[in-house]
């Protein structure tokens, strides 16, 4: 659910493929799956469509390791800020009947948030309110999985005060969608549940997609995992915390079906679907822009509690693909990357995770601390065992795979770094990016 822009975080642009155009196929994605799931980098589904028509669906890996029990298709993820668009959705929804306006501001609801008179519906949908988001408290991880009442939970934007002048530019803060979730349960006199069944899963039959995590003893139900060492369970974020920020659950074949009806007006007309995707310094209205050449898809990303996902509608060609993962050590826009290729024709190689083993002595001579003065970013490079893992400051730390004796590499984040003993430095590159580290 938090929006991290820290280097090793960057989602990147799509790279260019490499291998001859041909058609798509299931194959080649049942490929990219099994070197996935061979390699244990990766657990979860991904559904791809056109129109209607479901072109793929496959599910690997377990959706409870301490039970063995494998997912499957029917298997439902915590889906983070992709729960943005569908409150988007409802919220422009509830334009169309007459019950809001797009410049109503905050203060019709919450007169005690900062600048709530200047605030209007539209920047809330498009993160250009200012208004602070609990998720960046420094404090969050201490009571994000504790209930939190609406009082609560408004008391700490007020606290956290304006950020910027709203309307002055865009900056994403998943308090937005806990106001508008509040809104829109106040317009309604109905909670968001209900909201999110009568108005999206109903009229679309979305069968396997709910607000908030299923109950613990639900068949379809996933853990969630973060790989450091090995993979460890993730605790779980309670509802009442992202609520339409982030809280809904799902699965891709739901997702594609979902994102397919928004962009064939089965939801919401054809002129507030145009409103939904007038993408201003990056932002829509519960959309961003993802491109692919000269293919431009609307979506959103999702991650919370371990789960991450994307789910994308190309109108040129009407795909939609839409995965969702809940054990991720592999990058999430490769596996969109590879999809999308296929799908237009422009393939992607498999991907090479063999990797090497390195001796005694090659991994001593890697452990340390690399700083780069611009910017002021630290990388500590440690070991346990034959593995080696890399931290930077402040942020989790993760496992880095050797290539070949100086380099080593990082799936999910799409990071390789590559290593120059005799000079004591290492430079790593991430989706275009360089920066050079000294010991």
Not at 118 to 135: A, W
Not at 248 to 261: A, E, I, M, R
């Amino acid at each position: 659910m938090k929006r991290t822009t820290v280097l090793l975080f960057l989602l990147g642009t799509l790279s260019s493929p490499i291998l001859k155009a041909q058609e798509f196929t299931p194959v080649r994605m049942d490929s990219l799956m099994a070197v996935m799931d061979k390699n244990n980098v990766w657990m979860g589904s991904i559904a791809i469509s056109k129109g209607d028509q479901l072109l793929y669906q496959k599910a690997i890996g377990y959706a409870d390791l301490a039970q063995k029990k494998k997912a499957n298709i029917h298997t439902r993820y915590g889906i983070g800020s992709i729960s943005k668009t569908f409150t988007a959705t409802l919220v422009l929804k509830t334009i169309e009947l007459g019950k809001l306006q797009l410049n109503q501001t905050l203060a019709t609801y919450f007169k005690s948030i900062p600048n709530a008179e200047k605030i209007t519906v539209s920047q809330l949908l498009n993160h250009s309110s200012g208004v602070h988001s609990v998720t960046d408290d420094k404090d969050y991880l201490t009571w994000n999985t504790k209930p939190q009442t609406e009082q609560e939970l408004v008391e700490r934007i007020i606290k956290g005060g304006a950020e910027f002048a709203p309307g002055s530019k865009h900056e994403y803060s998943n308090s937005n969608y806990i106001l508008l979730t509040y809104i829109l349960e106040k317009v309604w006199k109905k909670d968001y549940a209900s909201l999110l069944n009568a108005y999206i899963c109903r009229p679309l039959k979305l069968e396997h997609t709910t607000f908030g995590r299923p109950q613990s003893n639900s068949s379809d139900l996933s853990e969630s995992y973060r790989y450091t060492k090995e993979w460890s369970l993730e605790p779980h974020t309670d509802n009442s915390v992202p609520l339409g920020a982030g809280a809904v659950w799902s699965t891709p074949t739901d997702l594609v079906k979902f994102f397919n009806g928004l962009f064939h007006h089965k939801i919401i007309s054809a002129a507030s679907l145009e409103e939904m995707k007038k993408i201003d310094q990056g932002y829509g209205l519960g959309l961003f822009q993802l491109p692919f050449y000269e293919h431009i898809g609307f979506g959103h990303t999702g991650g919370i509690d371990g789960y991450s996902s994307v789910a994308s509608h190309f109108d040129d060609d009407n795909y939609t693909v839409a995965l969702i993962s809940n054990a991720n050590n592999y990058n999430n826009n490769e596996i969109l990357k590879f999809s999308l290729g296929e799908l237009y024709k422009k393939p992607f190689p498999l991907p090479d995770l063999a990797e090497i083993q390195l001796t005694e002595e090659e991994i001593s001579s890697l452990v340390g601390e690399y700083k780069s003065e611009q910017p002021p970013i630290q990388i500590n490079i440690t070991r346990d065992g034959n593995k080696v893992f890399g931290q930077v400051v402040g942020q989790p730390s993760f496992q880095l795979k050797p290539k070949d004796r100086n380099t080593l590499v990082q799936p999910q984040f799409g990071v390789k770094i590559v290593f120059e003993r005799s000079d004591n430095k290492m430079t790593l590159y991430q989706n275009g990016h360089t920066l050079v580290l000294k010991k």
